[in-house]
Nanobody, 119 residues
Framework: QVQVVESGGGLVQAGGSLRLSCAASGTIFSTNAMGWYRQAPGKQRELVASITSVTSGGITNYAEPVKGRFTISRYNTKNTVYLRMNSLKPEDTAVYYC??????????WGQGTQVTVSS
């Protein structure tokens, strides 16, 4: 498990940008894939971006709705994961969480950070 603190969310107009940050603690951070998830009101939490460990090549993967607009990155020396979000749309409105990939029933979630995109 990792403990995480997400930040960087806010209110932005459609077409705007935000950068989310995730500070993680735990010795397993650097050797595991990390991801950003989001949960919109009334919907299940979904994985939108992931990145493998550095030793596994730091390979990124994105859900179709965010491809070409979101960029995930990680800095192991700082135990930090970022999510750069460009060209934001109202449908991107959600609480965003970071955590290990894959998540499981035992995953301990942080409080997340709210992203609200106005039209």
């Amino acid at each position: 498990q990792v403990q995480v603190v997400e930040s960087g969310g806010g209110l932005v107009q459609a077409g705007g940008s935000l950068r989310l940050s995730c500070a993680a603690s735990g010795t397993i951070f650097s050797t595991n894939a990390m991801g950003w998830y989001r949960q919109a009101p009334g919907k299940q939490r979904e994985l939108v971006a992931s990145i493998t460990s550095v030793t596994s090549g730091g390979i990124t993967n994105y859900a179709e709705p965010v491809k070409g607009r979101f960029t995930i990155s990680r800095y192991n020396t700082k135990n930090t994961v970022y999510l750069r979000m460009n060209s934001l749309k109202p449908e991107d409105t959600a609480v965003y969480y970071c955590n290990l990939v894959p998540a499981s029933r035992s995953t301990i979630w942080g409080q997340g950070t709210q992203v609200t995109v106005s039209s």
